[in-house]
């Protein structure tokens, strides 16, 4: 682009990405949600940053603080000018600095050359809202001031390009110059570039963080259900901290313990915390998933089988009870034993002792049992399917997990929790979640609760190209609108309050087709056409069941269809 003919774009398009919502409190540009916030509070943070961490830290504070806003913007002005020439969509980035209300920054020179491997560009920047800060709060520094819309154009441009690229603010008003000008060049053509790049990647207080998360996530994988471990926060709401304040309490003492929750709660977690906290953590810890037996085979998985004592058992073996002996077992979904396997549980939790089918002896063992189940245990009692005794026994200690749909406030702390180990899985770093997506997050209901949430995140991270936010159509795989289950509704976003909404799937799907006709300028005949022809290739030629498939009555159906037929006879090329 030559100097001649350097101005921004139409700001209509990218207006176009902007939704209020004053009765929701939101402010979204695209997927971004965005607020408004009043520079005196600004100055007051900058002051307060400055004073704790030091003008020098605090400059690599505010540059990153600028640079993870780039990277985003560069996401949406690659979106927005995916037809354009390059140096034009590359100016989408000054643009929003001038619709957040940053700074005007007028391009003075822009060489974009991407296949060339070249880039040189020249701002000014007018009115900068940090020179302003400088001129009420901090009074005059001896650098350039302007560190976060620096950090903005490093990242933006490198992002963009998918090269290299920093600015410096050479002439800055915060300093004393007259006015303020940034040269952008690739990193490498700087010679004090791998100094300028340890602000943006190995700030001490920064750096020390990112290092023990690294060690946190190795031993996480290391030492997988360890006592340590088990005492990390895995939610922060009231209904979970509840159940994991009684489970704590409970974890040290003998008592069977009852886990009652949906599937998908994380119940094999917590019976593994109970196990982890209390004083048989160096023993063994069995899981046992009695709905994944077969009913005939359950009391021999359990409690072991003697040589002989049916066809095939060729061998004496341990069953599960004992191969648990001093540590924990954990009965999952035990409200699918056999009535047999019930007589003998009950038995081994009265007792202490088990008997191997087919065997004529008893055998002592010492085991703590959790179990837990998804159905209420009460219900099946009173239906005959569960002993009365049996629940007496192993109801003594009940704990209810709630499901993730009463746990709202965790949801982030979860998918922020399976984003990094799915991100260490597969070697891939992402720029997080879009403010969309975590809307999205917030408002579906998750009826396969924490189980469907983490093969949610783990697709949204297979999905997301390196260095790119994960948005909710990676999640959803639905773009802008996501699938209720439960409800069979659709989540989308009016285009017009920028809201999400839930709209019926049916009135969607209508509306969807509505505007996809308009829009390719299809005719009312060619629907008819098209709809009649593959409603009978469906119903394999049958008249009738054609014209139900569209509600019509045979009459009206063939009628139409045989217009059509004549219409292409008609149409037909004469010899």
């Not at 396997?341 to 008893?362: M, P, S, W, Y």
């Not at 005949?525 to 009978?536: D, N, P």
Request: net charge negative; with cysteine; aromatic share 8%.
């Amino acid at each position: 682009m030559s100097e001649k003919n350097l101005q921004l774009p139409n700001f209509e398009q990218l207006l176009k990405k902007l939704k209020f919502s004053p009765e929701e409190g939101k402010i979204w540009l695209a997927e971004q949600r965005s607020v408004l916030m009043s520079l005196g509070a600004l100055s007051s943070f900058r002051k307060e940053i400055l004073t704790t961490l030091g003008q020098e830290r605090g400059k690599g504070f505010f540059m990153r603080l600028g640079y993870f806003s780039g990277l985003k913007d560069a996401e949406l002005a690659l979106d927005i000018e995916n037809d354009s020439e390059p140096d034009q969509a590359f100016l989408v980035g000054p643009m929003l600095h001038n619709l957040r209300g940053m700074v005007k920054a007028i391009p003075l020179v822009l060489e974009c050359d991407l296949e060339k491997k070249h880039f040189y560009a020249e701002f000014e920047w007018i009115d900068s809202f940090e020179v302003e800060i400088c001129r009420t709060t901090l009074g005059q520094l001896n650098e350039p001031a302007c560190w976060i819309l620096l950090g903005y154009a490093c990242a933006y441009s490198s992002h963009f390009a998918g090269m290299d690229i920093q600015f410096r603010e050479v002439e800055c008003c915060g300093q004393g110059d007259h006015q303020c000008r940034i040269v952008g060049k690739l990193a490498n053509e700087w010679p004090d570039h791998e100094e300028f790049s340890l602000l943006f990647r190995e700030a001490p207080l920064i750096d020390e963080l990112y290092e023990l998360q690294s060690r946190l996530a190795d031993l996480e994988q290391t030492l997988a259900y360890s006592p340590e471990s088990m005492h990390k926060a895995l939610g922060e709401a009231p209904p979970f901290t509840s159940a994991l304040a009684m489970i704590d309490k409970g974890a040290n003492s003998e008592v069977t313990m009852l886990l009652l929750g949906e599937t998908g709660t994380g119940k094999e977690v917590l019976a593994r915390r109970v196990h982890s906290m209390s004083q048989r953590n160096d023993q063994p810890f069995v899981a046992v998933n009695c709905a994944a037996i077969p009913p005939e085979l359950i009391e021999s998985e359990l409690f072991g089988v003697e040589k002989g004592a049916y066809t095939g058992a060729t061998q004496s073996r341990k069953g599960r009870f004992e191969r648990a002996n001093g540590g924990t077992i954990f009965l999952d979904e035990i409200i699918e034993l056999s009535a047999r396997a019930q007589a003998a549980l009950l038995r081994t939790l009265q007792e202490g002792e088990i008997e191997r089918v087919g065997d004529n002896q008893t055998r002592k063992i010492d085991v703590r049992v959790v179990a837990a189940t998804n159905e209420d245990l009460a219900v099946a009692v009173k239906e005959g399917r569960f002993r009365q005794d049996l629940f007496y026994r192993i109801n003594a200690y009940t704990v209810i997990i709630p499901p993730l749909r009463e746990r709202k406030n965790d949801i982030v702390l979860l998918a922020e929790h399976f984003r990094k180990r799915y991100e260490k899985q597969y070697k891939k770093t992402t720029l997080g979640f879009t403010d969309l997506a975590i809307e999205a997050l917030h408002s579906y209901n998750w009826p396969g609760n924490i189980r469907e949430l983490e093969n949610t995140i783990e697709r949204g991270i297979i999905l997301t190209d390196e260095q790119n936010s994960i948005t909710e159509m990676t999640l959803f795989n639905a773009g802008h609108s996501s699938l209720n289950t439960q409800t069979g509704d659709v989540r989308k976003i009016n285009q017009q309050s920028g809201q999400i909404e839930i709209v019926d799937n049916k009135s969607y799907l209508k509306t969807t087709l509505a505007e996809q006709v308009l829009y390719n300028q299809i005719s009312l005949t060619e629907l008819e056409e098209t709809l009649i022809e593959k409603a009978m290739q469906n119903a394999e030629g049958k008249v009738s069941v054609a014209a139900r498939m569209l509600g019509l009555s045979r009459a009206a159906f063939a009628y139409r269809l045989k217009r059509i037929e004549e219409t292409k006879e008609e149409n037909k090329p004469s010899h």
